[in-house]
């Protein structure tokens, strides 16, 4: 009967290795740096790409190539695939993540996509030691909810990238990195897969010397004019004017 392929399978699974899914993250603007309070504010586009057996389908059924579910059909993919689907989340998330748009599409052949454009806001541990002079670094997360027995995560070739209009001023954005890993939450029974995408940033330079440098200069030059005034009323006065300057 195997040998003819008219034997059903029973029992369970001997060996089910993990579904490959390969994830990218592009950030479109960089809306707010709060150094203050160590985050900042993205606004991205984030993109899942895997193959499961079990979302294979026939196009006869459904008259279609490929089905496509947008945002007020997104209800009716996850009742569809049930809990077999690579759930996520970003761990250093703060507050709400606010989803503009998702859609997810299914090839006859298993093949699944997933897209959201979103924006929320991201913890990060700024590293104030060499202020003016430090280089931050910006971390975001994304984390699957299902063990590594289930789906394993690895970068999206060519996805990931930060637009070159992202719309920061204080900081010099380089390379974006995409770096996989495993890592044990507390509640959970088995590692989960990560994926680490990171840029590094300088800090604009010219904004300090003009604006904090240059007239710090200034004042301790002025102040020292005034010992060589040979009248010391004089002195008082030049004193007492660049207080007065300095204050305006």
């Not at 290795?17 to 390969?22: C, G, L, T």
């Not at 160590?38 to 899942?48: C, D």
Request: proline share 6%; with cysteine; aromatic share 14%.
């Amino acid at each position: 009967e195997v040998l003819t392929g008219q034997a059903q399978p029973q029992g369970d699974n001997v060996l089910e290795a993990p579904i490959a899914v390969q994830s990218g993250l592009r950030i479109l603007r960089i809306s707010a740096v709060d150094s203050q309070n160590e985050n900042f504010s993205v606004v991205g586009s984030l993109r899942m790409d895997w193959t499961d057996p079990r979302l294979a389908f026939s196009p006869d059924t459904c008259n279609c190539a490929v089905k496509l579910y947008t945002e007020k059909e997104f209800d009716r993919f996850l009742a569809e695939v049930g809990s077999r689907w690579p759930a996520f989340s970003f761990f250093n998330q703060l507050g709400n993540r606010w989803t503009q748009s998702r859609a997810a599409a299914i090839w006859p052949d298993g093949r699944a996509r997933y897209a959201e454009h979103f924006n929320t806001t991201f913890q990060a541990d700024f590293d104030f030691l060499q202020y003016p002079f430090d280089t931050q670094t910006f971390p975001i997360f994304l984390d699957l909810l299902y063990g590594n027995s289930v789906y394993t995560m690895t970068a999206l070739p060519g996805y990931s990238a930060i637009d070159p209009e992202h719309g920061e001023d204080e900081f010099i954005i380089t390379d974006f990195t995409a770096e996989p890993s495993a890592v044990t939450p507390a509640a959970a029974d088995e590692p989960v897969s990560r994926l680490t995408f990171s840029f590094s940033a300088p800090r604009h330079l010219n904004y300090y010397l003009l604006q904090v440098f240059l007239p710090i200069l200034l004042i301790i030059l002025i102040s020292w004019f005034t010992f060589f005034l040979r009248d010391y009323t004089r002195r008082i006065e030049a004193a007492a004017a660049n207080i007065l300057l300095f204050i305006a």
